[in-house]
């Protein structure tokens, strides 16, 4: 059986993701770990609270929600996470992410894509991102064991630096492209991929872009290897950011 992690996992990573580099474009995944297909809700919610004294001394909130709604041909998904560290009786980190997606089916292929993202990370030269799109949602691939989904839309987006309060906000207008594919190669092996294309439209150079694969492998009864590979690239990043991040991350998965 291949279980996905649950949607509060999800919310909580985003959180910690979100405070992870200087102001990189947050490109969220919603995808992926959404359990309900039948009409109702769905989610969850999580919260941590880490408290270190001694040599290390810092206070931490972490929390997230992950919330899907079904009603017939609807479905709306909301992700919403924040991070809180002060050490010594100073704020060191803050950061607050909320993203709502809407989708309506109108044929067993094609379904409506409307989202708006609020984002701010004011210690990484984030003050503030907000964008919202429109598009639409493909659903090409229907089998068995594979789904694939393409999904094409417009979206503006509205950002503001710490330290570029003299340009103001910056307004721009982006394409949101995504591909995902997620099946069974044989019995025993399973993959995922999922790939976010943001190019500016005024000039297709300057793109954002976010590559997620994973393996899962069955190596004996309920005992799987996992193994991920993310990619995160901006070509424009801002002032002493590296526009590309590579992770690689393996493990092992049992179920019971």
Known sequence: MIRMPSAGVIGLACALLAGAAPAHAQIVNTLRSWTNVEDGWDGDVEARFALAQGNTEYVEFVGGASLQLVASSHRLRGLFSGNLRSANGERIAESLLGHVRHNYRLTRVVSTLVFVQHQTNPFRRLQRRTLAGAGTRLDLVQAEHWEG?????YMVEAEQLTGDEGRGTETEGRGSFFLSAIGNITDDLRIDLSTFYQPLFSNF??????SAASARIDIVGELDLVVRFDLTH?????EGVEPTDLRFSTGLVLDF
């Not at 989904?149 to 839309?153: E, V």
């Not at 901006?234 to 801002?238: G, N």
């Open 205 to 210: 150079g300057d793109a954002r872009a976010y």
């Open 149 to 153: 989904t393409l999904g094409l839309s």
């Open 234 to 238: 901006d070509s424009r990043p801002p």
